[in-house]
């Protein structure tokens, strides 16, 4: 399995990103993708993670209400919209992928089997 990850840069706070992570080598249409950010210093922290046998979301509370996650099953493609965004969110973003379903547990980022490269989000105050 591998993953490509793009769409961060520099924005200011209240503006908007959408981060889109490319997946490639499930040999079936059931497993999960997600997103985990890592701000220097801090520990990596799990953001919003898909599903796609049913297309389950899952958010963590810090971005409720202000990211969306989506998939493409087409083009094995998930999007995360990054709306209002604060200068909390700046970190280093990275798209992860497991097989099988997804739950609420999946926040924790040992349950994740691969991962792409990181793409920074810079928001400025």
């Known amino acids: 399995v591998q993953l490509q990850a793009c769409g961060g840069g520099l924005v200011q706070a209240g503006g908007s990103l959408r981060l889109s992570c490319a997946a490639s080598?499930?040999?079936?249409?059931?497993?999960?993708i997600g997103w985990f950010r890592q701000a220097p210093g801090k520990e990596r922290e799990g953001v919003s993670w898909i599903s796609s046998s049913d297309g389950s979301t899952y958010y963590a509370d810090s971005v409720k209400g202000r990211f969306t996650i989506s998939s493409d099953n087409a083009k094995n493609t998930v999007y995360l919209q990054m709306n209002s965004l604060k200068p909390e969110d700046t970190a280093v973003y990275y798209c992860?992928?497991?097989?099988?379903?997804?739950?609420?547990?999946?926040?924790?980022?040992?349950?994740?089997?691969?991962w792409g490269q990181g793409t920074l989000v810079t928001v400025s105050s």
């Open positions: 992860t992928a497991d097989w099988g379903p997804v739950d609420e547990d999946y926040s924790d980022y040992e349950r994740w089997d691969y």
């Open positions: 080598g499930f040999i079936d249409d059931d497993y999960g």
